[in-house]
């Protein structure tokens, strides 16, 4: 359960920073594909955790 609700969370996270990517200024741009790459190096991070339990427990 715990990893379901962390991919919801970056999802969500993922969504705002596509508006910001989306906007008029470079400043909020840069800062959503920084947002969307700090994300997704957190999700690779989780689903690694999860694999590593996983194998653990065979």
Known sequence: MEY??????VIV??????QL???QSDLLVFGGLAFIGA???YLFGE???LLKQIKSKL
């Open 39 to 41: 994300a997704l190096f």
């Open 21 to 23: 990517v989306n906007s």
């Open 4 to 9: 379901i609700l962390k991919v919801i969370l």
């Open 13 to 18: 996270a993922i969504t705002y920073s596509l």
């Open 47 to 49: 689903i690694k955790n």
